[in-house]
């Protein structure tokens, strides 16, 4: 993200600085990489950790929780790229871009396949349907193949 005069703006914190108290706004979007990341507080009871997807909570601004969603419309907030977000913790989670997603372990997953929500933070290819009818929200394009379960790389856009 470019600062004054289209300068680079310099960061003294890491994307994956995971800390107590904020040392960012929270809310502050920033580039790095070809991930696009958003500072946020978990307000959840649950760790998040990298590679699972986050909603916001209803808290407030920019808290999110572990998300379960696995409806056909809601998309994730982001996904949790670089170090474990523990509970009542600020860190950066990844908004779009190339990034790591966790399979569910419920179906295996081929490169290019539409990525879909599951339970507990994780991701599943999605079933019931074609084009725009999926069983689950799809927010992603698998770019590598994964087998039943671990983690893989994938175009996100979350909402």
Known sequence: MAGP????TVWTES????????????GTLRYEGEILYQYVYNA????????????LSA??????????I???????FGVVQNATLTTATYGWVGRSGIMMLENAGNTAIAAGYPIATAADGSVDAPTGGTGTTWSKAVFAKALTATTTAGNFHALVQCM
């Open 70 to 76: 696995i409806d056909p419309i809601s998309k994730p």
């Open 44 to 55: 959840g009871t649950t760790q998040i950790n990298p590679g699972e997807i986050c909603t």
């Open 59 to 68: 808290v407030t601004g920019y808290s999110v929780t572990v998300s379960s």
């Open 15 to 26: 994307v994956s600085a995971v800390t107590a108290t904020n040392s960012v706004e929270v």
């Open 5 to 8: 005069y289209g300068l680079p």
